[in-house]
């Protein structure tokens, strides 16, 4: 019976309508495949999946951060705000901002101002107050007009307050925050924040009349690489000829006043004025960049303060009233002492005298 014709033909009949069925069958899967991965993904992704995460795992809402996060991309999410940005809730790069300023910025930043602090205390520990070797004459030069000290107070207290208040800002949370609490750190901060604020600006008009005011006598000379090849004499109290400004005040004048303090104003202002279209990205860059050049800026002028006040007899006299002692002057500035004493046409040592200009009085020797 198997071998019978009736047999053989059911077989091919059924053959055949196995292999016509196939193609069907195919695209039943093809068809089935993206359905189940749709279903897979809405199970990761769904609002049901955000339903049974709530129980599974209550408070992991990364999906839904990581749809905010898509910022711009994710259609559904908008605002009726309109601004730069408006439409970035999570802006990405904010993280890696925040981990480089609470990072190095805060923790060497912070060493670098701590470390210039006690230098310089174990120095004057060690070296005291650079005087005087000969007597004061009595006999006092004019060395700052009135508009020259007005304007240098001026610039040092903005200074001081920017840097104490930004010490507030950068470092309070790590200084303040511990040893005083909240209430204290809090009020703080906010006060300096806004005193910040708003003498910036005044800082960088000060920052641009200082550049203007006392760049005449801040070029650099060729004795001044004799002064800097020198610096240990002039630290350890030995006379090193110098002009008006010597090498170190120059380094401060060019390194500190105009470079630094150019930096802190350009990255203040974009800090300080965000309503002309900058975006978070920056701000952050200048805020970095602005931290940065300012913890440099405090370090270097501890040592211009020092030199200023407690380091060099005479020289606060000098910012304080506008005038210093000949002797002062011949000691430490030979150079500006001998031009000074050839316009007046007073014998300078080791100069011979030249002719008095006619406004020799109105520049201030008091005889
Ligand atoms: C002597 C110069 C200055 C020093 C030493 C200084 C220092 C600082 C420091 C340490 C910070 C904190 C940075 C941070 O917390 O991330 C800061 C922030 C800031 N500075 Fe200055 N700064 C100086 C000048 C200026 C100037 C000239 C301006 C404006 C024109 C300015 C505007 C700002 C602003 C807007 C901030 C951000 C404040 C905030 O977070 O709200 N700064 N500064």
Known sequence: MHGSPAW????????????????????????????????????????????QREITQPLNNAPFWR???????????????????????????????????????T?????????A???????????????????RTGRVIVRFTSWERILHWTTAIAFVTL?????FMLFGRYVILPLFGYTVFSTLTIIGKNLHNFIGPLFVVCTLLMILTFIRDNFIRRYDWTWMRRIGDFLKGRHVPA??????????????????????????????????????????????IHAVAAVGF?????????????GLEGSYDAMRHGTVD??????????????????????????????????????GWKL
């Open 67 to 105: 749809d905010v996060r898509a910022g711009d991309k994710n259609a559904y999410q908008t605002t009726q705000v309109r601004g730069v940005e408006t439409n970035v809730l999570i802006q990405n790069e904010g993280e890696i901002w925040r981990r480089i300023r609470n990072g190095p910025i």
């Open 298 to 310: 405090m370090a270097l002028s501890l040592g211009h303060i020092y030199l200023g006040t407690i």
């Open 8 to 51: 053989g033909c059911a077989a091919r009949c059924v053959i055949a309508l196995l292999l016509a069925s196939m193609p069907q069958a195919f695209a039943t899967t093809q068809q089935q495949t993206p359905t189940q991965q749709e279903a897979a993904r809405q199970q990761q992704t769904g609002q049901p999946a955000e339903a």
């Open 163 to 167: 840097a104490v208040s930004g010490i």
């Open 243 to 288: 002009g008006k400004y010597n090498a170190g005040e120059k380094v401060w004048f060019w390194l500190g006043v105009t470079l630094l303090g150019i930096i802190v104003s350009a990255t203040g202002l974009v800090l300080d004025f965000p309503n002309f279209g900058q975006g978070r990205e920056a701000m952050q860059i200048a805020n970095v």
């Open 326 to 363: 000949e002797t002062w002057a011949k000691e430490h500035h030979d150079y500006w002492y001998q031009d000074v004493m050839a316009r007046r046409g007073r014998k300078a040592p080791g100069m011979p005298p030249k002719t008095a200009p006619a406004s020799s009085m109105q520049e």
């Open 107 to 115: 923790v060497f930043g912070g060493w670098l101002v701590v470390v």
């Open 117 to 135: 602090f006690l230098a310089i205390g174990l120095f004057y520990w060690w070296r005291g107050e650079i005087m005087l070797h000969e007597p």
